[in-house]
RNA sequence: GGCCCGUUGGUCAAGCGGUUAAGACUCCGGCCUUUCACGCCGGCAACACGGGUUCGAGUCCCGUACGGGUCACCA
């Protein structure tokens, strides 16, 4: 059923968001797959019932979705070796750790939770208890958890694909504990079961979990199952020193789209913390990365993620946009600013295409547009082109005479009679320009020039700020 | 603390025994220009440290320092 293929699986906990670093796993184990021609997979790791979040799953599949890491099965499209859903797995995970039990290669405790220190001593006499006496106490409704017994000689080599063999001697394995008191599964035990259960060849997991790979190693020699590849990732950092976490403010992926952020610039930027394609190019397509891709690639220091180069990566996405398409997403943002209806959006978009880093910049950078703000006339100063307060008058004055007598409002005869009226002046067009793109948006750093600002504003609005402008300068 | 892992500019990173140690972001100049931005040109800036091995070490080995992970009936 499964034959040979290449199967991979994101099996994420359901905590009602997608991190970073979350969102970066799945892309990887979605490239291992769909380079091999394989299948991808999404499992739901729901085992601690404590943590439960409403719509969890959801945000998962959404973002997925919206990424465009389209997998193959899952629990909301099913698949051959459904469900997967761990916590719809329940009676698979008891079934094989009594097997295991069966076996002698783990055994029930009785044991209290463990209080930390003392506890050794405890899980030993469990462990060295008959089977058939625990079984019948187990029978009786005894609580209890179901523990691997982990041996205590020799030791275990993991085979990672980016760490390489690591080798743990046996001694300083711990009993883990494979069933819990309320009968769910470990994620420890229920990760192995499943990804042998669902034919997982690669399984990649976060490099928190390197210290416990040698007992999943003997879990599966337990079971007499082959181990699959394992090809362990460093997490994404906010510093030096810490993870990347929605406890301490960072954004998760959920955060970024609403900050602005475009799924496909994330998507990019995140593939290459960790991760190196080896050439000079840094923006890829989905398409383009599956063609790349290599685990070979990943390195096994952390990377810190750095928002201001996603800003880079954005923007980069926002520019490669048609016209319409970014007029589309940017509209949303425009009208924040914007209520004024006679205010060309598609005429602000165009402006503003080459010139934001994320859609949230909008607003800001366009609210003058809306209603002239009070500025200070120091604005009309302007060095470079020697302009003072009392040539921005001049120039003004000049403008709405120019303005006043213009009968066609678009850009091309405003900027015609702007460049026509700086040779009559005798002045550059800068020395123009200049004033009157300040008295008409009332700010020194604008979306386009004089002359387009001029255009979106109309004929009356133009010479009511114009009128302002020679007022403040008077 | 034990065990494991990591360490190339501020950040992401290339490099796999011989290089003037790539490239990108940021920052700083310059050009272009009606502002800003885009674009173009240029610049600052790195192999954590100490020992080996070698003709030769960012690359291999061993220490040290620093950082991280793990040592749960959480994942």
Redesign the pocket.
């Known amino acids: 059923m499964l034959n040979n293929k290449v199967r991979t699986r994101f099996?994420?906990?359901p905590?009602g968001y997608m991190h970073v670093g979350g969102l970066r796993t799945a892309l990887y184990t979605y490239l291992i797959a769909k380079k091999a021609g394989g299948i991808f997979i999404l499992r739901i790791?729901?085992?601690?019932?404590?943590?439960y979040v409403e719509g969890a799953e959801e945000v998962i599949i959404k973002t997925l979705r919206d990424t465009g890491l389209i997998y193959d099965e899952g629990p909301d499209i099913g698949g051959p070796v459904a469900p997967y859903r761990?916590s719809e797995r329940k009676e698979l995970y008891k079934t094989h750790a009594q097997k295991l039990c069966e076996k002698k290669a783990a055994y029930y405790?009785?044991?209290?939770?463990?209080e930390?220190?003392d506890?050794v001593l405890l899980v030993d006499v469990c462990r060295d208890l008959p089977y058939e006496g625990s079984k019948q106490r187990v029978d009786a409704g005894e609580?209890?958890?179901i523990?691997m017994k982990a041996p205590k000689e020799g030791e275990t080599t993991v085979d990672d694909v980016v760490?390489?063999?690591?080798?743990?001697?046996n001694k300083?394995l711990?009993d883990?504990?494979l069933?819990?008191?309320?009968g769910?599964?470990?994620?420890?035990f229920?990760?192995v079961v499943d990804d042998h259960l669902m034919g997982i060849t690669h399984v990649m997991r976060?490099?928190?979990?390197?210290?416990?790979a040698p007992k999943y190693n003997i879990l599966y020699d337990a079971f007499g199952w082959e181990i699959p590849i394992y090809i362990t990732v460093?997490?994404v950092?906010r510093?030096?020193?810490?993870?990347l976490s929605k406890r301490h403010g960072d954004p998760t992926y959920d955060d970024l789209i609403a900050l602005g952020y475009l799924p496909d610039a994330v998507l990019n930027?995140i593939a290459?913390?960790?991760?190196?394609?080896?050439?000079?190019?840094?923006l890829f397509t989905l398409q383009e990365m599956l063609e790349v891709f290599d685990i070979?690639?990943?390195?096994?220091?952390?990377?810190?993620?750095?928002i201001?180069?996603?800003?880079?990566?954005n923007?980069?996405y926002i520019?490669k946009m048609s016209p319409e398409e970014f007029t589309e997403i940017a509209t949303p943002y425009i009208k924040k600013a914007i209520h004024n209806e006679n205010i060309s959006i598609d005429s602000i978009a165009r402006?503003l295409q080459?010139?934001?880093?994320k859609l949230s910049d909008i607003p800001e950078k366009i609210d003058f547009f809306e209603a002239l703000p009070d500025y200070e006339t120091d604005l009309y100063i302007?060095q470079?082109?020697k302009i003072d307060k009392t040539i921005a008058y001049d120039m003004l004055i000049a403008a709405k005479s120019g303005f006043e007598n213009l009968t066609e409002w678009t850009?091309e005869p405003i900027?015609y009679m702007?460049?026509e009226m700086a040779v009559d002046l005798d002045v550059?067009?800068?020395t123009?320009?200049?004033p009157?793109?300040i008295a008409v948006?009332g700010k020194?750093?604008?979306?386009?020039?004089?002359?387009?600002?001029c255009e979106i504003l109309g004929k009356e609005e133009v010479l009511r700020r114009i009128k302002i402008g020679i007022e403040k300068l008077k």
């Not at 201001?308 to 990566?313: A, E, P, R």
């Open positions: 099996a994420p906990s905590t790791e729901d085992t601690d019932t404590a943590r761990q405790c009785f044991c209290e939770k463990e930390k220190d506890t609580p209890y958890v523990r760490f390489g063999k690591i080798t743990t001697p300083i711990d883990m504990v069933i819990k008191r309320d769910m599964p470990t994620y420890n229920a990760n976060g490099s928190e979990y390197l210290s416990s460093s997490p950092m510093d030096a020193q810490n993870k930027y290459l913390l960790g991760w190196s394609p080896g050439g000079e190019q840094e070979s690639g990943i390195s096994k220091a952390p990377a810190i993620f750095d201001i180069k996603l800003n880079h990566f923007s980069e520019r402006l080459a010139r934001c880093e302007h470079k082109s850009n900027s702007l460049k550059k067009n800068a123009l320009m200049w009157v793109r948006a020194s750093v604008t979306p386009g020039g004089a002359v387009e600002i």
